[in-house]
């Protein structure tokens, strides 16, 4: 005989999301993860109308017609356009119930995680969004707390856990023990800058006009934090800002490094703050058991080498650098008692 839990599960879905500022993620609650898209809308502008979400839309950055705009929602980790933010939740929660029957009685409970950083404004925006797009009930869990639990931390054993989520527009460093956040530090500063920096520097150096999708691209093949042992290259095409016409050039992975240095040493300087914030019994745990790192921008080459270097304690990648977060949220989603155990905002 199904047990009244058994029976709930059933006739329900329980989703985790990453919301990110340039990736979202999905779990579902038993399942794993689901979905993983751009998070990018293309919307006609003169109706308003979404035309396409995730990877279709991120296809159209840079190359879509007068009448039609591909925004990107979130910025700085948090929701930078209410509407769209709330379309592209819908779209998310469609296709993951789609195909799974036509069986769920009651709306998805939602694990939503969100910067240690925002505001309760923010807090709020993103919990109607997600309420306005379907959830029943909606939680938010703080980045940190959720990637340090899907990195396989310890959070809520009596020693202090130090994380490094370096994701598209939030760098989030924080000191976990005994399931609560004891000092984090969330600095605007991430992948998305270093972009940027790639961006103006190409501009200023060549006078030459890439887009983020191409600077993207020049960090992931030759950027770098650290020295390496041998030096790349990339041929770049953009358009010359003087006769605005296509140029090709040959960029090297020394000056993309000397370009990353100022939103490289940000996320630095917040993780020697967050050091000098922690007491001094945690600190000495972090000293044993190192630093782990994690978010799709933690993987550019040298930088835990660097961080390491910079402050004398060890410093590593967790193993599942871009799912930690989600898949944090998949474990509250999976125990009530660990819920109950740890720092979950619930409305």
């Given at each position: 005989?199904l047990s009244?839990q058994?029976?709930?599960?059933?006739?329900?879905?329980?989703?985790?999301i990453?919301?990110?500022?340039?990736?979202?993620?999905?779990?579902?609650?038993g399942?794993?993860?689901?979905?993983?898209?751009?998070?990018?809308v293309?919307?006609?502008?003169?109706?308003g109308?979404?035309?396409?979400?995730?990877?279709?839309?991120?296809?159209?950055?840079?190359?879509?017609?007068?009448?039609i705009?591909a925004?990107r929602?979130?910025?700085d980790g948090?929701?930078a356009?209410?509407?769209?933010?709330q379309e592209?939740l819908?779209?998310?929660?469609?296709?993951?119930?789609?195909?799974?029957?036509?069986?769920?009685?009651?709306?998805?409970?939602?694990?939503v995680?969100?910067?240690s950083g925002?505001?309760?404004?923010?807090?709020?925006?993103?919990r109607?969004?997600?309420l306005?797009a379907?959830?029943r009930?909606?939680?938010?869990i703080?980045?940190?707390?959720?990637a340090a639990?899907?990195?396989?931390?310890?959070?809520e054993?009596p020693?202090?856990?130090?994380?490094i989520?370096?994701?598209?527009?939030?760098t989030?460093v924080?000191?976990?023990?005994?399931?609560?956040?004891?000092?984090a530090?969330?600095?605007r500063?991430?992948?998305?800058?270093?972009?940027?920096?790639?961006?103006?520097?190409?501009?200023?150096?060549?006078?030459?006009?890439?887009g983020?999708?191409?600077a993207?691209?020049?960090k992931?093949?030759?950027?770098?934090a650290?020295?390496?042992?041998?030096?790349?290259?990339m041929?770049v095409?953009g358009?010359?800002q003087?006769?605005?016409?296509?140029?090709?050039i040959e960029?090297?992975?020394e000056?993309?490094r000397?370009?990353?240095m100022?939103?490289?040493?940000?996320?630095?300087?917040a993780?020697k703050t967050?050091?000098?914030?922690?007491?001094s019994?945690?600190a000495?745990?972090?000293?044993?058991?190192?630093?782990?790192m994690?978010g799709?921008?933690s993987?550019?080459r040298?930088?835990?080498?660097?961080?390491?270097?910079?402050t004398?304690?060890?410093?590593?990648?967790?193993?599942?650098?871009?799912?930690?977060?989600?898949?944090g949220?998949?474990?509250?989603?999976?125990?009530l008692?660990?819920?109950?155990?740890?720092?979950?905002?619930v409305?």
């Amino acid at each position: 005989m199904l047990s009244l839990q058994q029976i709930y599960d059933y006739f329900t879905i329980d989703i985790g999301i990453d919301l990110g500022t340039a990736n979202s993620l999905v779990y579902v609650k038993g399942e794993g993860i689901v979905l993983r898209e751009p998070s990018v809308v293309a919307v006609e502008q003169n109706s308003g109308k979404v035309i396409a979400v995730g990877m279709e839309a991120k296809r159209m950055l840079g190359r879509t017609p007068a009448n039609i705009t591909a925004i990107r929602p979130m910025r700085d980790g948090v929701i930078a356009d209410f509407d769209i933010t709330q379309e592209m939740l819908n779209y998310f929660i469609r296709q993951v119930q789609k195909g799974r029957g036509s069986r769920y009685l009651s709306r998805p409970r939602v694990v939503v995680s969100v910067p240690s950083g925002i505001t309760e404004v923010e807090k709020r925006a993103v919990r109607e969004s997600a309420l306005q797009a379907g959830a029943r009930v909606v939680q938010l869990i703080e980045e940190p707390m959720a990637a340090a639990m899907g990195a396989g931390l310890p959070v809520e054993e009596p020693v202090g856990s130090m994380i490094i989520d370096i994701g598209g527009g939030t760098t989030e460093v924080a000191v976990i023990s005994l399931g609560g956040i004891v000092y984090a530090k969330s600095v605007r500063c991430a992948g998305d800058a270093m972009d940027d920096a790639i961006i103006q520097h190409i501009k200023r150096k060549y006078n030459l006009l890439i887009g983020p999708r191409t600077a993207e691209d020049i960090k992931i093949y030759i950027g770098s934090a650290d020295t390496m042992e041998e030096e790349l290259v990339m041929t770049v095409k953009g358009n010359d800002q003087m006769g605005g016409l296509p140029r090709t050039i040959e960029v090297h992975s020394e000056e993309i490094r000397e370009a990353l240095m100022e939103p490289v040493m940000s996320i630095v300087a917040a993780v020697k703050t967050t050091l000098e914030k922690t007491p001094s019994e945690l600190a000495g745990d972090i000293i044993d058991r190192g630093i782990c790192m994690a978010g799709g921008s933690s993987q550019l080459r040298g930088l835990a080498s660097l961080i390491s270097r910079e402050t004398g304690l060890p410093v590593y990648v967790c193993r599942n650098p871009e799912t930690a977060i989600v898949e944090g949220a998949g474990r509250v989603l999976e125990s009530l008692d660990l819920m109950q155990r740890i720092e979950v905002m619930v409305r």
